[in-house]
């Protein structure tokens, strides 16, 4: 079995936890009964590099989707979720280039007082050709806690995606690879980013280096 926390072992829960989904447990059933097994078969031990966590809410360091040090499930105040997929578990088809190619459903909550404005993004870091953007979406209020389908606020920005698209594009790894991460964030900035459609994941960063306040993170997993 691979190492608890790794991209091999994620992959293992999803399908795990679909195998028994198929067998018609419930979500929450089949969400108890794997993650016992793998306790199971992983029994936890201390990690390598004793790394201490901060508080709940710390601004977490490192671009999103690093990997070595970097986890997967960051700290950041905001507490993302979704109604279409479970962390760390498969995308729906429909969500991607193969299907409808519609985005899955997301809220959240906790946005810190000072936040002035919002950014959702959803980026692949396990693309052949490093990290693919698929959506990037600004200039959302601090006000706004979700966004159902893609369908983004009227004076949101939408600005183009990696296949040269604008607004949502969904998953389309390689034929026969493992599942692929696909980082959402939500990020909270205390002052305008001031973003344009044609601005990709370099002009966020670089916008969010001093000015972000919070942020959330769900991770789903797609294979074809």
């Known amino acids: 079995m691979p190492e608890p926390g790794s991209h091999q072992y994620d992959v293992a829960r999803a399908r795990r936890r679909k ?3 198929d067998e018609g447990m419930s979500d929450e ?10 306790q199971r078969d992983n029994p936890p031990r ?28 960051e700290g950041g105040g905001i507490h993302l979720r979704s109604s279409t997929f479970n962390d ?3 995308l729906p088809r429909w969500c991607s280039k193969d299907g409808e190619d519609i985005a899955p459903t997301l809220e959240w909550d906790g946005v810190p007082d000072d936040a002035v404005e919002l950014a959702v993004v959803c980026a692949d870091p396990d693309a052949p050709n490093g990290t693919f953007l698929h959506w990037l979406v600004s200039s959302l209020p601090p006000s706004v806690d979700r966004i159902d389908h ?9 600005s183009r995606n990696d296949f040269g698209e604008y607004g949502w594009s969904g998953p389309m790894p390689p034929v026969g690879d493992a599942a692929h991460r696909y980082f959402f964030h939500v990020f909270a900035s205390n002052r305008p980013l001031n973003l344009g459609p044609d601005s990709g994941l370099d ?22």
């Open 150 to 158: 893609g369908e983004a606020p009227a004076r949101a920005v939408e």
């Open 88 to 90: 760390h578990d498969l």
């Open 203 to 224: 002009e966020l960063y670089r916008a969010l280096a001093d000015s972000e306040v919070a942020r959330g993170t769900i991770v789903g997993l797609y294979q074809r």
């Open 46 to 73: 201390r990690p390598a590099d004793d790394r201490a966590e901060g508080p709940l809410g710390e601004r977490p360091s490192g671009e999103p989707g690093g990997k070595g040090r970097e986890r997967d499930r």
């Open 19 to 21: 195998e028994h989904s």
């Open 29 to 38: 059933t089949a969400d108890r009964v794997t993650q016992r097994e793998l």
